[in-house]
């Protein structure tokens, strides 16, 4: 199956930009969708398509793609932002159906 | 709003089946697919499989030989069995509401919402 590729970690200032990057051949296909997830609770899904947002969700967060290469940008992080996030994509490779999540980050704000 | 309430065993000893249930409260069954995914501790997100409102399903194929997801639309619920269990399937387990759209140039997905989770613990 495909993998999907994040850095581990990365911080950010308070009220500072922070992007975090998603790596894998199915987000040539595929759009990625993003989760945050605090401690001890269920993802919630932050960005989702082109670059949507679910309702709830503040306009900090942002979605954009490149390539194989997609980007969460939180724009004036805020210290509810610390997290971790992962992208997540429909598998490209293989006969059957599957959807892969990436690595995973930790964002965190200072 | 779409609610999902999920319970199940949270104990199993290995070889054992796990099964858990996952109801879908306040919105549209039909339409959508509903998937399963699991959290090891301290790991990341692996989705198990998918079904909708007609039965049809699909599988992680590394998991496809252990698991079948079954529903049951006159209750609005959708279930999860996971036989031969093993020390490596503990996880926290998510039932989730997925989409997919076909896009200009693409295809998205994705999971929303998801609900609250179960622990369950493999161990003799």
């Known amino acids: 199956s495909s993998e999907l590729t994040q850095d581990p970690a990365v911080s950010v200032a308070l009220g500072q930009t922070v992007r975090i990057t998603c790596q894998g051949d199915s987000l040539r296909s595929y759009y990625a969708s993003w989760y945050q997830q605090k401690p001890g609770q269920a993802p919630v899904l932050v960005i989702y398509?082109?670059?949507n947002r679910p309702s709830g969700i503040p306009d900090r967060f942002s979605g954009s793609s490149s390539g194989n290469t997609a980007s969460l940008t939180i724009t004036g992080a805020q210290a509810e932002d610390e997290a971790d996030y992962y992208c997540?994509?429909?598998?490209?490779?293989?006969?059957?159906?599957?959807?892969?999540f990436g690595t995973g980050t930790k964002v965190t704000v200072l | 709003q779409v609610q999902l309430q999920q319970w199940g065993a949270g104990l199993l000893k290995p070889s054992e089946t796990l099964s858990l249930t996952c109801a879908v409260y306040?919105?549209?069954?039909?339409?959508?697919?509903w998937s399963w995914i699991r959290q090891p501790p301290g790991k990341g997100l692996e989705w198990i499989g998918e079904i909708n409102h007609s039965g049809s399903t699909n599988y992680n194929p590394s998991l496809k030989s252990r698991v079948t997801i079954s529903v049951d639309t006159s209750k609005n619920q959708f279930s999860l069995k996971l036989s031969s269990v093993t020390a490596a399937d503990t996880a926290v387990y998510y039932c989730?509401?997925?989409?997919?759209?076909?896009?200009?140039?693409?295809?998205?997905?994705?999971?929303?919402?998801w609900g609250q989770g179960t622990l369950v613990t493999v161990s003799s």
């Open positions: 997540n994509s429909r598998d490209s490779s293989g006969n059957h159906l599957n959807y892969v």
């Open positions: 306040g919105g549209s069954f039909s339409g959508y697919y």
């Open positions: 989730a509401r997925g989409l997919t759209v076909v896009v200009p140039a693409a295809m998205a997905n994705w999971f929303d919402p």
């Open positions: 398509g082109k670059n």
